[in-house]
Each structure stands twice: as structure tokens, then as C-alpha cells.
């Protein structure tokens, strides 16, 4: 199983790292990709993954990213808005096929996949994008081993979520510096000097606290389902959602910090 893991965390990772450095449509065309296979995961865990319903949700993805890639704010609004009343006619045409809980899903997953994963080619788009969007995975994976690491070593006292057993406050903290002190090398490395060198490891550590957040959210919706993995299409990590869960979290906040504290 630990062999399975690594083998598909380097492909994944050489897979994200050959994108973010190429960028342009192919990344757009993935992130799109996995938004619609996220929101597939995710309108299983409700039963409604091959509904009409359903089918409005990834056709509506699609158009959102779209929108987004083109700054359209007014229209995605409104597109959104427009996919909610499409939903809802479906939802009283066919009731009571469909409960409430479903339907709130649907429109959930627009927000929460689509919406919040595609900062990850809008981060890439800004001025050292090649550069800042590694900070969405710095706060997520890179936060995420630091913390398993020094929760392995010197965690002792457990979180009091109920989400996170097994995760200790050690390797929370530890998640968080680990992530501030490789936004730090980070500065160091390509700008030398300056403010990057304070407001690259703020970033990362904000980042680090907000993919905890992500990645607690993703594990409570799976316990409300009772479902151990979104999917298996990542093998030994599950599902997209399993793997991207904190991404979807850091991508917002990385692209926020660097518009109000660098560009």
C-alpha cells in the first residue's frame, strides 16, 4: 500500500509540476477536468452522480470555469444564479424524487469544487504566477507532510476534533511553521531579499491553516455518508476530492494574499 501511495504521489506531483510550469490552456483544460470529476464524487455521496439534475451541475462547471478564465464576473453571477432556478425547476417538476439535501448539494459542489478549485489557474495568471502558485501546494501537501512529521515525532497532544483522531496540536503547529519556514527558502531563493521574505512565509502559513480547514471539511461530509474515499481513481489516495481536498481550500486564500499583499 505505502508503495502504491508514493509511486502515484510522484506522478501526480511530476503531472502538477509539468503544468504549472507550462500553464495556458492545458492547465485550464485539467483543473476543469477535475472539477467535474470532483463534483462527480461528490453527487455520489448523495445518489445523485447520474440524475438529470447531476448533468446540469457538469455542464454548468464547465461554462463556469470558462467564465472565470475570462473575468466574467457579472456573468458567472448570473449563470449561477441560472443554474440554481434550472435546478429548482427540476426539483419541483420531479418531486418528490429529489429531497432537499440533494438538490443543496448539487448547487453546493458548483461553489465549493468548481468555483474554489479554478483559483489555481487564476493564481498561475498573475504577475510571478509561475513562482506563487506553488504556494497553494505549499499549504496544502507541503503543510500536510510537515505536520504528519512532527506529529510522528513529537506529538502528544491530541486535537479535539472528532474529525481528526489521529492528528495531534504538535503537527498542527507543525504543519503551519513547516510551511512558513518553505515560503521563507522560498523568498530566499528567488528574490534574495526584500519584503518576499516576511510576506511569502506569512502567506504560507495562513495557507497551512486554512488546508487544515479543507481538509476537515472534505472527512465531515464523508462521515455525515458514511463513506471511507470519494473514489479510487488516485490509487492508494483515494478519490480527487481525497487528494485535492485542502488545494480547494488554499487556492482562494493564496490568490487573495498575493493580490492584496504583493501585486
Known amino acids: 500500500m505505502f508503495k502504491t501511495r508514493l509511486l502515484s504521489g510522484i506522478v501526480l506531483m511530476a503531472i502538477t509540476i509539468a503544468l504549472m510550469v507550462y500553464g495556458g490552456y492545458p492547465l485550464f483544460f485539467v483543473i476543469t477536468l477535475i472539477s467535474v470529476i470532483g463534483l462527480y464524487e461528490l453527487y455520489r455521496a448523495v445518489g445523485m452522480e447520474k440524475t438529470m439534475p447531476a448533468l446540469i451541475g457538469y455542464i454548468s462547471s464547465i461554462v463556469t470555469d470558462v467564465l472565470i478564465l475570462n473575468n466574467g464576473f457579472e456573468e458567472l453571477v448570473m449563470w449561477l444564479i441560472l443554474t440554481l432556478m434550472v435546478l429548482m425547476a427540476c426539483y419541483v417538476i420531479a418531486y418528490p424524487k429529489y429531497n432537499s439535501e440533494q438538490m443543496t448539494m448539487l448547487m453546493f459542489g458548483l461553489i465549493y469544487v468548481t468555483v474554489m478549485l479554478s483559483f ?21 501537501w507541503g503543510s500536510d507532510t510537515c505536520a504528519y512529521c ?38 530566499m531563493v528567488f528574490w534574495g531579499k526584500g519584503q518576499m521574505l516576511w510576506q511569502l ?36 489516495h483515494g478519490g480527487i476530492l481525497d487528494r485535492f481536498d485542502s488545494v480547494i481550500f488554499t487556492a482562494p486564500i493564496v490568490f487573495y494574499l498575493v493580490k492584496y499583499m504583493l501585486l
Not at 492528528?167 to 511553521?177: D, F, H, R, S, Y
Not at 504560507?204 to 481538509?215: H, L, P, Y
Request: with cysteine; hydrophobic share 45%.
Open 120 to 140: 489555481v489557474f487564476k493564481v498561475r495568471y498573475v504577475s510571478n504566477g509561475i513562482l506563487l502558485v506553488w504556494f497553494i501546494y505549499i499549504g496544502s
Open 201 to 236: 512565509p506569512i502567506i504560507g502559513a495562513v495557507s497551512a491553516v486554512i488546508s487544515q480547514i479543507g481538509d476537515l471539511t472534505a472527512s465531515a461530509i464523508k462521515r455525515n455518508h458514511n463513506i471511507k474515499d470519494y473514489g479510487n481513481l488516485i490509487p492508494g
Open 150 to 187: 512532527v506529529g510522528k515525532l513529537i506529538g502528544k497532544h491530541k486535537m479535539p476534533s472528532k474529525l481528526s483522531p489521529n492528528k495531534t496540536i504538535e503537527g498542527c503547529v507543525g504543519g503551519i511553521a513547516g510551511a512558513a519556514l518553505i515560503g521563507f527558502i522560498f523568498a
